[in-house]
């Protein structure tokens, strides 16, 4: 019998999942929880086998949950299954040691095999963040002069070498667009370059 707990804020989503797992033979539901820190406090007691995490929950966010329960039950594993497919929601899931990372947007069909998967030694992901994790294998390393940016001007490069505008920069930060003007400033000025494509292959080696 694998046991697997949910940690969803969405109240349908939760109990969509749950009933999958309590209708699956061969699993049983080790609890659905709202929020992280209620899920951490009971995972930590009763571990699950396999648990069910969302990213962007109210309160602490589903990756630093992993991180933490990983500390404290390194035996659990963990498939993020979010909406979201961007590389630094993928790769900061896998660096806090999640094993697997699926879209809710998948057939319900697949958080059982994938479930399985896991189960059996695998890392099950959707083709799309697969090839996304294979791809920044194949990425050149980010240059040295990567150390004379500041850590926000290296996120804003970031976001500036996914096609972000400053507009949705300044919104996804929380700062103003003027900000996000004085910001990209100062990192043609330290980078000596003009364009955003120019700081984007400097930096990370290939046009953003």
């Given at each position: 019998?694998?046991?697997?707990?949910?940690?969803?804020?969405?109240?349908?989503?939760?109990?969509?999942?749950?009933?999958?797992?309590?209708?699956?033979?061969?699993?049983?539901?080790?609890?659905?929880?709202?929020?992280?820190?209620?899920?951490?406090?009971?995972?930590?007691?009763?571990?699950?086998?396999?648990?069910?995490?969302?990213?962007?929950?109210?309160?602490?966010?589903?990756?630093?949950?992993?991180?933490?329960?990983?500390?404290?039950?390194?035996?659990?594993?963990?498939?993020?299954?979010t909406i979201f497919q961007d590389d630094e929601s993928v790769f900061n899931a896998l660096k806090a040691g999640a094993t697997g990372y699926l879209l809710k947007t998948d057939d319900p069909t697949k958080i059982v095999d994938a479930i399985h998967e896991l189960h059996a030694g695998g890392s099950p992901m959707t083709p799309h963040i697969?090839?996304?994790?294979?791809?920044?294998?194949?990425?050149?390393?980010?240059?040295?002069?990567?150390?004379?940016?500041?850590?926000?001007?290296?996120?804003?490069?970031?976001?500036?070498?996914?096609?972000?505008?400053?507009?949705?920069?300044?919104?996804?930060?929380?700062?103003?667009?003027?900000?996000?003007?004085?910001?990209?400033?100062?990192?043609?000025?330290?980078?000596?370059?003009?364009?955003?494509?120019?700081?984007?292959?400097?930096?990370?080696?290939?046009?953003?």
């Open positions: 019998m694998i046991s697997i707990a949910i940690i969803e804020d969405n109240e349908d989503i939760r109990d969509s999942l749950k009933a999958i797992i309590q209708s699956t033979q061969g699993f049983e539901c080790a609890g659905a929880f709202e929020d992280a820190e209620t899920g951490l406090g009971a995972l930590s007691l009763e571990p699950a086998d396999i648990v069910l995490m969302d990213i962007h929950l109210p309160g602490m966010d589903g990756i630093e949950c992993v991180r933490r329960l990983k500390f404290i039950r390194p035996e659990i594993q963990f498939i993020m299954c697969a090839r996304r994790v294979i791809e920044s294998f194949n990425r050149p390393a980010m240059n040295e002069e990567i150390h004379l940016l500041t850590k926000r001007e290296t996120e804003m490069l970031s976001l500036l070498s996914k096609g972000l505008r400053y507009k949705e920069i300044a919104d996804k930060l929380f700062i103003s667009n003027e900000t996000v003007r004085k910001h990209i400033y100062n990192i043609y000025q330290k980078l000596h370059v003009q364009s955003r494509i120019e700081a984007v292959n400097k930096i990370f080696g290939e046009k953003g």
